[in-house]
């Protein structure tokens, strides 16, 4: 009966480990095409004339207004956009009215929109504010071919996107330094200590009375910083935990 029970316990974490892997992999790969698609987007609207012709001119009030339209059109995750110059300066700005602060934006995601000035397009993730963001950055081209700036997206991070793209029977946190921004489940102290930067590579763990095995990882590899934003993937192995003690009790009496 202990060789058997030996066995099946090591199956089952075996299979909570697979699970969780293909959790994580799965969570990452969809928020990661789904920048893709919005690059591609943004890297579009940055050849537009009605962009570029105000981009090269650089007035305030015309590329706020231009911005401003782009910022109706897109998608409601899209908190803000900012046109940054070839100096490193912003040239004009408009964000929705529970956006971020533009200027603590472009500060967290200075190593993102910076490569961009180089010629790059970039995407990263960022937190600040008690808040997760991914950061696009396109640089934009003047009529005449010369560079006119850096077209700077923040898109939100936030639980209807994480839920959106998890898998079933796993919760997923976002957290920046000690701070939890993200969560699809309470219990965010307790996630706190899983997903600080020396945690475990697969850790088990009890939640209101559910049992899980923890992933965590970096959601931005590019960013080593302790400031950067780390996820922690748990998924549930409750239901063959049960199933394994009662073919325990089973097996005993």
């Avoid at 994580?24 to 890297?43: D, H, I, P, Q, T």
């Avoid at 998924?235 to 009662?246: G, I, K, M, P, V």
Wanted: proline share 5%; hydrophobic share 45%.
């Amino acid at each position: 009966v202990w060789i058997v029970d030996r066995y099946m316990t090591g199956e089952m974490e075996d299979e909570a480990e697979r699970a969780v892997m293909t959790a994580e992999s799965v969570f990452v790969k969809s928020l990661e095409n789904r920048n893709r698609g919005y690059l591609a987007r943004y890297e579009s609207v940055a050849q537009e004339a009605r962009f570029r012709v105000p981009a090269e001119i650089g007035d305030q009030k015309t590329l706020e207004g231009v911005l401003g339209n782009l910022l109706q059109d897109a998608p409601d995750g899209h908190e803000a956009i900012v046109l940054v110059a070839v100096e490193g300066q912003k040239l004009a700005s408009r964000r929705r009215s529970a956006g971020p602060d533009v200027e603590h934006f472009l500060q967290a995601s200075a190593r993102v929109w910076q490569t961009a000035l180089r010629g790059e397009a970039m995407l990263g993730a960022v937190s600040f504010d008690g808040r997760a963001y991914n950061a696009i950055a396109v640089p934009v081209s003047a009529p005449n071919g010369s560079f006119a700036g850096v077209l700077v997206i923040a898109l939100r991070i936030g639980e209807p996107l994480a839920t959106e793209c998890k898998c079933p029977r796993t919760e997923v946190f976002l957290a920046s330094g000690n701070q939890v921004v993200v969560a699809t489940m309470p219990n965010a102290v307790t996630a706190a200590a899983l997903v600080r930067p020396d945690a475990a590579a697969l850790a088990h763990v009890e939640i209101g009375g559910e049992h899980f095995i923890a992933r965590p990882g970096l959601l931005d590899p590019a960013d080593n910083s302790p400031a950067a934003l780390r996820y922690l993937i748990l998924s549930s192995y409750e239901q063959t935990l049960r199933t394994l003690r009662q073919t325990r009790w089973t097996l005993i009496f």
